[in-house]
């Protein structure tokens, strides 16, 4: 077999359906929407999630709890994932991003958690800290920076 003989199999590739051709295409007329009907008319269906009038699932079902879409979501990381920097080391969001310890900032930045022991002096830049990440960081002889 040579490259200019190759061809898909029989059947493989099937052509589109062309409606509205006259009627010796087989495809004419009503082009396969039947008669009448709403499906027929241009426009014509029902939105997604209708059921014919029946109360549709999405107002059946029971709804629980509350979201709060003023919320502030924060990217977290523990001080004692602080010690893998060398001492002296500004901790920046981005640094964070680069070196794999969060995948993204979130909205609401960056917070550090005050869970674990830090023995290195580093400057810590980020959004939001907890009490103990504070107590912990500047005992460690370290630094904090609040970003806005």
């Not at 008319?41 to 997604?48: H, K, L, N, Q």
């Not at 005050?114 to 580093?122: A, D, Q, Y």
């Amino acid at each position: 077999m040579k490259l200019h003989e190759m061809a898909p199999n029989k059947g493989s590739k099937k052509g589109r359906k062309r409606v509205g051709r006259g009627p010796s295409s087989g495809h004419g007329g009503t082009s396969c929407r039947g008669n009448n009907g709403q499906n027929s008319r241009s426009g014509g269906g029902v939105r997604i999630g209708f059921e014919g009038g029946q109360m549709p699932l999405y107002r059946r079902v029971p709804k629980r709890g509350f979201k709060n879409f003023n919320r502030v979501v924060y990217s977290t990381i523990n001080v004692s994932a602080l010690e893998r920097f060398e001492p002296h080391t500004e901790v920046t969001p981005a640094l964070l991003v680069e070196s794999g310890m969060i995948k993204k900032v979130e909205d609401g930045g960056i917070k550090i958690l005050g869970n674990g022991e830090l023995s290195k002096p580093l400057k810590v830049i980020a959004h939001r800290f907890t009490q103990t990440a504070v107590e912990k960081i500047e005992k460690a002889q370290g630094h904090i920076e609040v970003l806005k």
